[in-house]
């Protein structure tokens, strides 16, 4: 009887488990979606991030004294890609962009720092579409700079 009983509970905690990992997998599929298009997520940057033109094609400029940080955001991809244009104008520091899509998985990681190539233009690796995390960092940055990004098929 005893042995009934213990069989029993041990099926009902193995349900309760299974039951908890699937919803704790299928809240990280959907790592963004909480998040207003374009909605910054994180400003640790001391210079300037500007948004100026928004929707599906995304852009703006930013600008720095020597500033270091980071700046992310939410972006609403449609397509399981996009192309990320962006440009700097630095004697000194470095900007990193990096691209996740809506599952949080990285599509895109480039970088481009002072004395080097300043521009980049190039479409990120297949992801998920839906909201996409696009993480700007700026690293002793003095200068500016500008980037645009588009959903791609």
Known sequence: ?????????????SIFV???????????CEKYDE????????NTY????????????????????????????????????AELNFDITTPTGSVQFILRDAKGKEVLNKTRSAG?????SGVSE???QGMWLVEITLTDFNGDGSFSLSPVD
């Open 46 to 81: 001391s210079g300037n991030v500007i948004i100026e033109s928004g929707g599906a094609d995304p852009g703006g400029d930013f600008t720095g004294n020597g500033d270091s940080g980071v700046y992310s955001f939410v972006w609403n991809n449609p397509t399981s890609r």
């Open 18 to 28: 299974v039951i908890s990992l699937m919803v704790i997998g299928a809240s990280s």
């Open 126 to 128: 297949k992801g998920d």
């Open 1 to 13: 009887m005893k042995t009934m009983k213990k069989m029993k509970t041990m099926k009902v905690y």
């Open 35 to 42: 998040y207003d298009n374009l909605e910054v997520i994180e």
């Open 116 to 120: 080097g190539n300043d521009t980049f």
